[in-house]
């Protein structure tokens, strides 16, 4: 891999034929084994990428810095998207993936770069896990998007969510709708985390979808 990210990678069982995958994006100041614990149900039939953000934010790492809630630094956060996809594209190739099965877990500013992954690469990102995330007001104003009528995206946001509004998930809910994606929302009684709810509906979207 050309890609600058520190990764960790788990193949499936059967790597004889093209298998699906899973690019984990953790949060503002975790790593990359944070979110492996949410798609344990599927390490032996997925490969499951989980990424390193470049920028050391302790006690961990980030994908990119913030002027302020909701306003990503546009420079750090173009740079960062380029590479994600990059590094989705070469992982195709490198490990044999199944191209029409690519799904996209994020958590928090993970979350806003999923989405903002799918809205820029189209057809190649087939599902999409949004956890306590938004749109960047700039991405659908400015970013070049491509069509999401074949999305599956699952968002979810808690109700008493002081990090991240909890109507700005609904916002990204009615932004993706009127993309023409289908939409799974769900909201929790909970801040800015993932409950064992959560983590159920999560598991069962991946499943069906």
């Known amino acids: 891999m050309k890609s ?16 699906p995958a899973i690019f984990l994006l953790h949060g503002m100041g975790s790593n990359e084994a944070d979110l492996l614990q949410l798609v344990r149900d599927f390490e032996n039939t997925h490969h499951i990428f989980s990424l390193r953000g ?27 998207v380029t590479h994600i996809q ?5 992982a195709i190739v490198e490990y044999n993936l199944n191209p029409d ?46 069509d999401v009528n074949h999305l599956s995206i699952f968002i979810s946001h808690g109700n008493y969510d002081y990090v991240i509004p909890s109507q700005w998930g609904i916002e990204s809910n ?5 993309m023409g994606a289908k939409v799974t929302f769900k909201s929790y ?14 598991v069962e979207f991946l499943n069906k979808n």
Do not use: C
């Open 4 to 19: 600058p990210f520190t990764f960790n990678h788990t193949a499936p069982i059967n790597t004889s034929k093209k298998q």
């Open 54 to 80: 470049p920028i050391v934010q302790k006690p961990g790492y980030s994908f990119f810095e913030i002027e302020e809630i909701g306003k990503p630094i546009r420079d750090i956060f173009d740079k960062i």
């Open 189 to 202: 009684n909970d801040g800015h985390g993932v409950t064992p709810e959560n983590h159920q509906d999560l």
């Open 174 to 178: 009615d932004y993706f709708e009127a």
């Open 86 to 90: 990059a590094f989705i594209r070469e």
């Open 101 to 146: 099965n690519i799904t996209i877990l994020g958590f928090s500013q993970g979350a806003i770069l999923a989405q903002t992954v799918a809205l820029t690469m189209g057809n190649k990102i087939s599902k999409v896990v949004a956890l306590s995330g938004y749109i960047p007001e700039f991405v659908k104003t400015e970013y070049s998007k491509r």
